[in-house]
């Protein structure tokens, strides 16, 4: 079912929308980025078309509802535990295609590795999704090429804005959600959608990665250029990983809290063992490492790759290192390396 | 003809004395330090027209055109009101050149338009204090630096604004990852330390310099709302008692600090040494001489300072005193 609506009756279905669901979608945080005077755009709770952010790619990922950068599990006395209370109420998180592919791979990761965890189980029951329409491909976007461009299906409704002509046009795909359009008086009219087709950053992926390549050169520019910071893993739709906290109280060390933090395969800290090993040092085997996760390693488990191609660890590296242009250099590698191994034969 | 000049009135109109007889030097003020490039092309036009086909970049990011014929002085000021019009200078009277030269080129480090330390736009700030000082014949020295880098160097002036931030945390987005601790010690003082996962930041020993929001990776640190300043006074190169700046307050606003500047102008009205030397005494001895106590009644005025600054109730100064010893320790 498709309608057009104005924006004022596009909110009016929010606000009908909002007495069952909270609405997480991108907003514009004035100031709150990086720098002086600089906005942020990351995902927050709404309840107006105005207050989401439509024009920009949010520089952090949906995934901050799914997977909290910081959670308390439970807490502890000396006997006893209990579970941290959660939210209850539903939520429509808003996003875009490449990173509707990415609560795929991040429901794959939680759900389907071999068992489910509790904590994402909970909050993934509660969540549906409203689909932004992407029109036109930002600075480092590569979605076409990790063929997560377009989305058919899996929302509750689509959303793409006309500012121009103050127009909403909406693909819906829920009867109920479709009856409050019609409530709200929208027409009905054949509604795709909008999708890019192309982007000006293209990457290959390589089908097979030889063992050479894990030796190849290629990665100690990274172990010069990277600082570690670990940003990109933090903006990343599809980074999953997270770390474990004990806290004991300060003013009652019997008593406490267990947290889940978000954590980065590039920071300090990630591969350190007990005794003080350290599986990997530098900076250019933590790329190593990240970059296969994402484009190969992932994928021999579940058969897709990992990276969506939203391209947001290139838009915040503060080192202008481009992802994108590492999986093309691991793909000449690849295809070096097949070369080599395949001459050596010959011989 | 024999020349007869009034030096006196050419240098209050912002041309140089020069040891060599019967030339002088424009000297373009820049206040904050930015100018569009045709200003820039004006003075490189002026400087081969009338100069000698130099141009001597000072310190205090002005710009001076030396080896200039005296009596073109009138042609000259005519050829660089363009550049007055750019860079939104006072002025007296159009196409006769500055109205005063006194008090100096108000000077800005890049700040936050190019540095990603800078907690606030300097040269704006910069050129509102220029227009609200300028022209003054009394000899001034006001530089503002983005952060407590103090890439300006502001505390060799007499007025010295240092931005500041202050940073915000929200533990929900805090993963450890400590980063802000270790850049904070190393770029800056050490003020964060980790609690339980969490961090803590010394309210004391933090300066506001904005390196945690910097460095943190999930904006878990952002910088405040409100840009804040720090004001150090009366530091001043020279023969006597060079010295560094002292702080005065932390957290200061806008406001405040151009009410501040304002009342001092009013002090050293009140209180220069009517017999100083071409009308020239820095404003530190003219403090050395009335007390720190009637300097401060002065200067804080109907300043309604906002809620979060804090001020040093003394202010000492040091430096050497030549006019006292010489000796090498
Ligand atoms: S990666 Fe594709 S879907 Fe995602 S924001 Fe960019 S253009 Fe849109
Ligand atoms: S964002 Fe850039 S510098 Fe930071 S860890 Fe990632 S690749 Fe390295
Ligand atoms: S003082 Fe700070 S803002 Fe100014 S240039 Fe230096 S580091 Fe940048
Ligand atoms: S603003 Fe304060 S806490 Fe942050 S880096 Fe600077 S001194 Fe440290
Ligand atoms: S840099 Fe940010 S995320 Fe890391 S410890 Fe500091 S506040 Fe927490």
């Not at chain 1, 940003?231 to 109280?249: H, K, L």
């Not at chain 2, 400087?47 to 009138?74: C, H, S, W, Y």
């Amino acid at each position: 079912m498709g309608y057009v609506l104005s924006k004022e009756a596009f909110d009016e279905v929010l606000g009908k929308l909002s007495e069952d669901f909270l609405l997480y979608s991108p907003v514009r945080k004035i100031g709150e980025g990086c720098y002086t005077d600089v906005d942020v755009v990351r995902y927050d709770f709404v309840k107006s078309l105005d207050e989401i952010e439509l024009e920009a790619k949010s520089n952090y990922a949906f995934k901050e509802l799914l997977t909290p950068l910081s959670q308390t599990l439970f807490f502890f006395t000396e006997n006893e535990t209990k579970e941290a209370d959660s939210d209850t109420r539903d939520v429509i998180i808003f996003l875009r295609s490449c990173d509707m592919h990415a609560v795929k791979r991040l429901d794959a990761i939680y759900l389907e590795n071999k068992f489910a965890d509790p904590f994402y189980e909970r909050v993934r029951k509660r969540v549906k999704f409203a689909l932004i329409g992407c029109g036109h491909s930002f600075e480092n976007c590569f979605c076409v090429s990790m063929k997560s461009n377009v989305t058919t299906d899996g929302y509750l409704f689509s959303l793409d804005f006309d500012r121009d002509a103050g127009q909403v046009s909406c693909d819906v795909k829920d009867e109920d959600i479709a009856k409050l359009f019609e409530e709200a008086g929208a027409s009905a009219a054949d509604v795709v959608p909008s999708s890019v087709t192309e982007n000006d950053t293209k990457v290959t992926v390589p089908d097979v990665v030889p063992n050479a390549v894990y030796k190849d050169k290629l990665w100690d520019e990274y172990t010069a250029r990277c600082i570690k910071c670990g940003r990109c893993n933090f903006v990343c739709p599809t980074c999953t990983c997270y770390t474990m906290q004990d806290i004991f109280y300060t003013d009652n060390g019997r008593v406490g809290e267990r947290r889940r933090v978000g954590s980065s395969c590039m920071v300090d800290g990630y591969t350190n063992v007990a005794g003080g090993g350290e599986y990997r040092r530098t900076n250019g085997e933590r790329m190593r490492f990240k970059t296969l996760h994402k484009i190969y390693d992932f994928s021999k488990r579940f058969g897709y790759d990992m990276c969506v191609g939203c391209g947001r660890c290139d838009d915040v590296c503060p080192e202008y290192i481009s992802f994108a242009n590492i999986i093309n250099k691991v793909n000449a590698a690849a295809k070096a390396a097949a070369a080599g191994e395949g001459g050596a034969q010959h011989d | 003809m024999s020349k007869d000049i009034n030096t006196k009135v050419l240098k209050k109109n912002a041309f140089r004395y020069s040891k060599v007889r019967g030339e002088t030097a424009s000297r373009i003020r820049i206040p904050g330090g930015v100018i569009n490039a045709q200003s820039m092309a004006k003075i490189a036009e002026v400087a081969e027209k009338f100069g000698d086909g130099t141009i001597f970049l000072t310190n205090r990011q002005g710009v001076e055109i030396p080896g200039i014929a005296m009596e073109d002085i009138p042609e000259v000021n005519k050829a660089i009101q363009s550049i007055i019009d750019d860079s939104g200078v006072n002025q007296a009277e159009r196409d006769k050149g500055y109205p005063a030269a006194g008090t100096r080129n108000v000077v800005a480090c890049p700040g936050k338009r190019l540095c990603p330390f800078g907690c606030f736009d300097t040269t704006d700030f910069a050129r509102k204090m220029d227009k609200m000082v300028f022209p003054n014949n009394l000899h001034v020295k006001i530089a503002f630096t983005g952060c407590s880098n103090d890439c300006a160097k502001v505390r060799m002036d007499d007025f010295g604004i240092i931005g500041m931030t202050e940073p915000q945390y929200d533990p929900s987005r805090c993963v450890s990852c400590e980063q802000c601790i270790k850049y904070c010690r190393i770029r800056s003082v050490g003020a964060l330390s980790l609690v339980n996962g969490k961090v803590v930041r010394d309210t004391n020993l933090c300066i506001g310099c904005g390196v945690c929001v910097a460095y943190c990776p999930t904006r878990a640190w952002t910088r405040s709302k409100e840009h804040y300043f720090r004001l150090v006074l009366l530091g001043r190169t020279g023969k006597k008692n060079p010295r560094l700046a002292e702080d005065f307050i932390k957290w200061a606003d806008e406001q405040s600090i151009l009410d501040i500047v304002k009342n001092a102008y009013a002090y050293v009205e009140e209180y220069i040494d009517p017999n100083a030397l071409e009308g020239k005494e820095h404003i530190g001895y003219i403090v050395d001489r009335t007390g720190f106590d009637e300097f401060l009644k002065w200067i804080m005025r109907d300043v309604k300072l906002n809620e979060k600054a804090e001020v040093a109730s003394r202010v000492y100064w040091s430096g050497k005193h030549y006019d006292r010893s010489n000796e090498l320790k």
